[in-house]
């Protein structure tokens, strides 16, 4: 296998103290990524003498794949001796492979790239680290199994879902064939390919209240399922659950977050208040399928969530109640062609919903919605994950961590 | 090359999606898309998913490695497992772990010893650590501060008992680490790791020139772009006597947030100063409190490679307070918002400072934000 040099260690301390890092890291319980790159031809020692000297060994690099623009990576060290190329790869949704369809994924990875992946990167797609030479044929062997480079850079990114209704008994739409329709609509499709937006965008779909997309942080266009007024209830599978001490209703009553639930011992009856209820799933959860979502099922459509913007991270804002996801595409094109055209590089969507405030922008695309707006936006401080602090403030928590982990290590 | 190079380059440029999501199940999935009825869990890492079709699917969650870094060897021997054990198919959670699906609880048993005897571990669901995420850090990221890797692999050495289930836990909790202030992860697990510099960067100023535009004249006419990008006017670009542009971080404004670093390579700061924010009582789902950002608890701890003693030590410091004092299903958010943010800090004894006041959690996101008030 085709790989970067590994390189000599002679006179490098840092690389070597790197090496030795890494071979610590090799023993513990838990199995080790290390481990995992060092069997592929993944340039470990790069790596390692970041991991020695204490700061990331990359800067940008630079490849180049005919009339493919978005979907790869390319690195070099600072010290120019190594370079690292790698694919981020289409799944298909749900990430659920047949064992057949995966090893021929893996023959890629193995036949053109360094025999190792990172099965799921942030953006949803798989990452897979290449040979630079066989980039480009790389690029027909992943389409000719039926997928392709993802999302990288200022573009559309990968649309991420939860496994819906494939294998999932909460899910209340094909949040699956939302990302499918998302993918080929015409408008988005298109936008696949090239990177000339501000930033990234990124759409999460949910098929129920839980979020395990998590749509409504890390989306600037999100779906979440769920239902009108309350759960639904089948009376006798419930009081059989309770019969059978399954289910406590009173702790169910208790841990209601809109105290909307009540149980009635002498009759034996559940009701629950729709006009309370939050729409929490925990009544649902512990007597799961004896409660269920109401009949009345919606999508709770949100724009302008982020983890990564001019204005830090964010939650998304609330445009409105859907019967279906698909019938707000031409809103969300409407609304990147906005954005595109005003925003400075950097900025996401939610930092120009802050800047030119979210309610005018939602009022001058409503016509494009099924629906009217609906929703309201809970107030919420910024939120900076960084510090900038002085020595003394540095030594204050230092000391603080350090007395911890003597208290753990004895 | 290829035979499709002959492809005219306009059509070159569309992308090949993987769609229709049916083409790709397993038929023991397609046939009961919609039609998933009930669940049953066996032990923290099997569940039993039963479809009103009659079908049952045991599933397997096998806990990745950091970063969610497999060899293909490795994937080749899950695809095996799956094949001689299993239904053929498997699934990569975003999360980080694989899910192998069997067709009876027997069989899904096989399936957790022979991951198990390759050294890997099940659980993972209900009241459990369901996963640590990691960025990619100093193995492919130019902005990475701090390797989320090496320290989600030490953490998972550590917390592999509350994986398993074998130490139970209040309710799930999930942590992400990301090494730089991006936090690629996003803010919304239970604990939140960030890298950051602990001090204002600065530019390398040999190097930033390939950032800037050449000549000082057009100053007044354009930004700079690793000007612009900064939120708080924490940078000044000025011409310099040679005609060139010089740029600077004004210190006192900076909050280190990392975006100059985002447009610049050359962006240079104290590999000494280096460590992470602990944020907590972040989560995405609307069970309890609702979906809720993580809050800043400590500014700054640090976090030396390879064995991150302090970071691992309060790591475990906050799961074994929220342990003792949470209900019963409480995630770290639940808990904060009921006990309230500044006893959590007392329980700690987190010395504060002008970055880490003790606010509540912001709540009501979400599909919330659509109900009646």
Known sequence: MASSAQGTSVGDPLLDKGREYLNRLEKGPWPSYVTELKKGGYPIDAYAKGLGQGFSPWYGGSARIPAVFVGFIARRTKDGKYTELHFRVYHPSGQIYRTDDLRKLLDIADQYGLGSVEAVGQTGDMIVPMQADKANAAVDALRAIGTDLGGTGDTYRDTAVCVGPALCEYALFDSLAIRDFYFQYPDIHSKLSSQLFPFKIKLKVSACPMDCSRATHRSDFGFVGFWEGAPAIDQKGFRERVEKKEVDPEKLAKQCPGKAIRWDAATKTLSIDGTKCQKSSNCIRHAFPAIKAGPNRKIAFTIGGNAKGRWGPKMAKPVAVLDDARTVAPFIVKVIDYWSDRSPHKDRLGDLLVQEGYDKIVAKFKDSLPVETSGHVPGAPRIVTSSVLSDAERKTYADWSQAIAHEYEG | ?373
């Open chain 2, 1 to 373: 090359m290829s035979a499709t190079m002959a492809r005219a380059p306009v059509e070159r440029l569309k992308k090949t999606v993987p769609v229709p999501y049916t083409k790709y199940l397993p038929d023991f999935l397609a046939r009961n898309v919609g039609h998933w009825a009930d669940r049953k869990f066996h032990g923290a890492g099997i569940v039993e998913h039963i479809s009103d079709t009659g079908d049952h699917v045991f599933t397997v969650k096998i806990g990745g490695p950091s970063n969610i870094r497999f060899s293909t060897e490795t994937l080749r021997k899950f695809a095996k497992i799956a094949d001689a054990f299993g239904s053929h198919a498997l699934r990569f959670t975003r999360s980080g772990s694989i899910e192998i699906f069997t067709e009876s609880l027997a069989a899904a048993q096989k399936v957790q010893r022979e991951a198990e005897a390759m050294g890997f571990f099940v659980g993972g669901w209900g009241h459990t650590l369901w996963s640590i995420q990691s960025c990619t850090s100093y193995l492919t990221c130019t902005t990475a501060v701090v390797d989320a890797p090496s320290l989600v692999q030490v953490l998972y050495n550590h917390l592999a008992p509350y994986f398993t289930g074998k130490i139970p836990l209040p309710a799930k909790l999930r942590i992400n680490v990301g090494g730089c202030p991006t936090s690629c992860g996003g803010l919304v697990s239970d604990i939140v790791l960030t890298g950051h510099y602990g001090a204002a960067p600065d530019f390398d100023q040999d190097r930033v020139r390939m950032c800037l535009p050449m000549r000082a004249e057009v100053l007044g006419k354009v930004t700079p772009e690793v000007q612009m990008v900064c939120p708080v006017n924490a940078i000044k670009s000025f011409p310099k006597p040679d005609g060139s542009v010089g740029v600077e971080i004004i210190a006192k404004k900076c909050i280190g947030c990392g975006r100059c670093k985002d447009v610049c390579d050359h962006v240079v700061w104290d590999p000494a100063k280096i460590g992470v924010s602990v944020l907590i009582g972040g989560k995405s789902s609307n069970t309890g409190v609702g979906p809720t950002l993580a809050r800043v608890l400590v500014p700054w701890i640090p976090a030396q490679a390879p064995d991150y003693r302090e970071t691992v030590a309060v790591v475990r410091k906050i799961i074994d307070v929220w342990r003792a004092d949470a209900e019963s299903g409480e995630r770290i958010a639940d808990w904060v918002n009921r006990v309230g943010m500044k006893r959590v800090f007392e329980q700690l004894k987190v010395p504060l400072g002008r970055w880490n006041r003790p606010g509540e959690l912001n709540t009501g996101f979400g599909v919330r934000q659509f109900l009646p008030r």
